[in-house]
């Protein structure tokens, strides 16, 4: 609860966040920037004349409820727009408030998490069976061997999802990896909770371990609004090191196994997104496809050294700028120019 309340302070769209159940119907859409404050320090070295931050994209979707897998609430609309996204975030309400509804009609943060984890998994169990039995059905054609890997996955799917217990982080080979990706199953997709807190309790809006942080809607709604340049303060008087926006943010591009590498000249200095693991002509695949094509050699040098070296030509002369192949794997935080024909 609250989840349309912290999408808009995130997003800055108006959206509808009224005071009753299932207001949002048609998913709401945000592009948002990641916070990093390297680009700042990066464009300062090299006289920029403007910093271009990467984005990810929040989605609000309609809220869960028991039932939800039996059409309840909006039941298959919600589980067919969730099925869209790459991960999911979860907003449980924490705070007490007699004014504001819950659903359930009690405020049980662990319950809710219940109920929504049950939901996800009864609408896979759903897909999973179907496959399974359709699967059993042609074991015997020219494709039994594939039919057979397949079948083998899904009855470890089946058996999980018995169990109550999400897909996310299942024992995969690689080829069951790959036959995973065209169920597009809601629980195994990654998941990260939102406890959304009382304003009494602001002081607990920190990153939490595991895959949940706390953070108070009303505050963060309020935060917002506040000036760019006076937000420190407002942070520092509340004894904040940073807005629980900005935590979900930086959590949510972790959630998703992305990091950032950086390009840096007097034109601009801008952050690209790349998944975790990605070599160097992959990412220059990222700035124009046909960089990926062409893509001859890397010179990289991580950020901070950079910053030490104080400029792109002052850190060569060092000798601190590195030549990377094809099948250098990138790094969070790397600076790069590529070479292309």
């Not at 304003?199 to 809006?205: G, N, V």
């Not at 509340?238 to 950086?262: A, C, H």
């Not at 104080?310 to 192949?325: N, P, Q, T």
């Amino acid at each position: 609860m609250g989840k349309s309340t912290i999408f808009q302070a995130l997003t800055k769209k108006k959206v509808d966040a009224s005071n009753y159940p299932f207001c949002t119907i048609d998913p709401n859409v945000g592009v948002v920037a990641v916070p990093d404050e390297r680009l700042a320090k990066l464009a300062a070295m090299s006289h920029s004349e403007k910093i271009i931050p990467t984005t990810i994209e929040f989605v609000d979707i309609a809220g869960l409820v028991k039932g939800a897998s039996q059409g309840e609430g909006l039941g298959n609309k919600f589980l067919n727009h969730i099925r869209e996204v790459d991960a999911l975030v979860e907003v449980v309400r924490v705070f007490p408030n007699p004014d504001v509804i819950h659903v359930h009609g009690a405020i049980n943060p662990e319950d809710d998490r219940q109920v929504i984890n049950l939901e996800l998994i009864l609408a896979d169990l759903e897909i999973a069976e179907k496959r399974l039995e359709r699967v059993a059905t042609q074991l015997k054609g020219p494709q039994e061997k594939t039919l057979l890997a397949e079948a083998t996955l899904l009855e470890k799917v089946v058996q999980r999802l018995k169990s109550n217990t999400l897909l996310h982080g299942m024992d995969l080979t690689d080829e069951q990896v790959t036959l995973m990706r065209q169920y597009n199953f809601l629980t195994y997709k990654p998941l990260l909770y939102v406890h959304n807190i009382g304003e009494s309790d602001i002081k607990t809006t920190v990153v939490l371990p595991g895959n949940t942080i706390a953070m108070c809607g009303k505050l963060e709604s309020e935060l917002a609004e506040v000036p760019e340049n006076e937000l420190p303060e407002y942070l520092r008087q509340l004894e904040l090191s940073d807005t629980g926006l900005n935590q979900l943010i930086k959590k949510s591009y972790e959630l998703l196994d992305l990091i950032t590498f950086i390009t840096t000249g007097p034109k601009d200095t801008r952050a690209w997104t790349l998944v975790k693991g990605a070599k160097a002509p992959q990412a220059a695949g990222v700035i124009h496809t046909d960089f990926e094509k062409g893509f001859i050699r890397a010179e990289v040098i991580n950020w901070n050294e950079l910053l030490r070296s104080e400029s792109w030509v002052h850190a060569r002369e060092l000798g601190k700028i590195r030549i990377e192949g094809k099948e250098y794997v990138m790094q969070d935080g790397d600076v790069v120019h590529f070479h292309f024909q």
